[in-house]
Antibody, heavy 119, light 107 residues
Framework: QLQESGPGRVNPSETLAVTCSVS??????????WSWIRQSPGKGLEWIGN???????DYNASLQSRATISLDTSKNEFSLSLTSVTVADTAVYFC??????????????WGQGTLVTVS | DIQLTQSPSSLSASLGARVTITCRAS??????LAWYQHKPGKVPKILIY???TRQSGVPSRFSGGGFGTDFTLTINSLQPEDVATYYC?????????FGQGTKVEIK
């Protein structure tokens, strides 16, 4: 299971930080990697980035280097930090798992999502 | 970057109807295409991966097809619980990209 936690509201120009707590699976396993996705009000799904068991990351270039995803294997959590936020970053932020095996199964398990409002 | 174009953006069909949603990639993505169902206030749910493999537990009325640049999601015999927005996702590399979504309603 995945469970997001976040601040609820962030001031413009500040940093948004959300965390995904993972239970029932280890972030140290190379069989999975972990993602952040968001959905702004009335809009579609937007991929933010991935983090792998070894700490390697991929990001959506549209976020212009504002995003950082990190692992905390001691807590079995991974986090998203988004700097210099604007109202356009208001969204429900989801974390999700991908099975990275012989056949990849993308985003097979999702957290419930956490709404972050920038105002 | 490879773009995905989903069509239609919305549709309304009768109960029991056959519904087809298309997803077109701007470049060849082989079969690295998945489909998701997203109901309001709920968590997106994976339906199909590798273009045509149904995820465990997904009803057999959902089927996917295609290869390369053109893909389809078909719902045979539309049910009330199928009302949702459906998204395609390409995952052949980064960036991952979702289609714009297709909102499915009952007529």
């Amino acid at each position: 299971q995945l469970q997001e936690s976040g601040p609820g509201r962030v001031n413009p120009s500040e940093t948004l930080a959300v965390t995904c707590s993972v239970s029932g699976g280890s972030l140290r396993s190379s069989s999975y990697f972990w993602s952040w996705i968001r959905q702004s009000p009335g809009k579609g799904l937007e991929w933010i980035g991935n983090v792998y068991y070894n700490g390697r990351t991929d990001y959506n270039a549209s976020l212009q280097s504002r995003a950082t995803i990190s692992l905390d294997t001691s807590k079995n959590e991974f986090s998203l930090s988004l700097t210099s936020v604007t109202v356009a970053d208001t969204a429900v932020y989801f974390c999700a798992r991908t099975i990275d095996a012989y056949v990849m199964v993308p985003l097979d398990i999702w957290g419930q999502g956490t709404l972050v409002t920038v105002s | 970057d490879i773009q995905l174009t989903q069509s239609p953006s919305s549709l309304s069909a009768s109960l029991g109807a056959r519904v087809t949603i298309t997803c077109r990639a701007s470049q060849d993505i082989s079969t690295y295409l998945a489909w998701y169902q997203h109901k309001p206030g709920k968590v997106p749910k994976i339906l199909i991966y590798t273009a045509s493999t149904r995820q465990s537990g997904v009803p057999s009325r959902f089927s996917g097809g295609g290869f390369g640049t053109d893909f389809t999601l078909t719902i045979n015999s539309l049910q009330p619980e199928d009302v949702a927005t459906y998204y395609c996702l390409k995952y052949d590399g980064v960036p991952r990209t979702f289609g714009q979504g297709t909102k499915v309603e009952i007529k």
